[in-house]
């Protein structure tokens, strides 16, 4: 019933930035973590960035000191700011997250995917 919506990807030029963000809507939820995942041809999947509600975070070595990973918490939204954009951040981008369903009836966990969004960069 959670459902996680992207935005953000495009077409940019090599030193550029781009925000991309994912929206989890639903009813009866809350956030555990949520986080970014890439993938491009040939190569293995990667995480990117992740935050929880606790505020931490995490960046990979690929990412750390052009990226920043936040969340609006009042929105359920995840925003990523990638900086000075290389080829090989070219990628499909995935959402993921885990939620807590809070009905009274169906209460569990679940992990989430966003259908992904493509970042191209290229000159």
């Known amino acids: 019933q959670v459902q996680l919506a992207e935005s953000g990807g495009g077409f940019v030029q090599p030193g550029g930035s781009l925000r991309l963000s994912c929206a989890a809507s639903?009813?009866?939820?809350?956030?555990?973590?949520m986080g970014w995942y890439r993938q491009a041809p040939g190569k293995p999947r990667e995480l990117v960035a992740s935050t929880n509600t606790g505020d931490n975070t995490y960046l990979a070595e690929s990412v750390k000191g052009r990226g920043t990973i936040s969340m609006d918490k009042t929105k359920n939204t995840m925003y990523l700011q990638l900086n000075s954009l290389k080829p090989e951040d070219t990628a499909v981008y995935y959402c993921?997250?885990?939620?807590?369903?809070?009905?009274?009836?169906?209460?569990?966990?679940?992990?989430?995917w966003g259908p992904g969004t493509q970042v191209t960069v290229s000159s």
């Open positions: 639903g009813h009866a939820f809350r956030i555990n973590l």
């Open positions: 993921i997250a885990e939620v807590q369903i809070t009905s009274s009836t169906a209460q569990a966990r679940d992990v989430v």
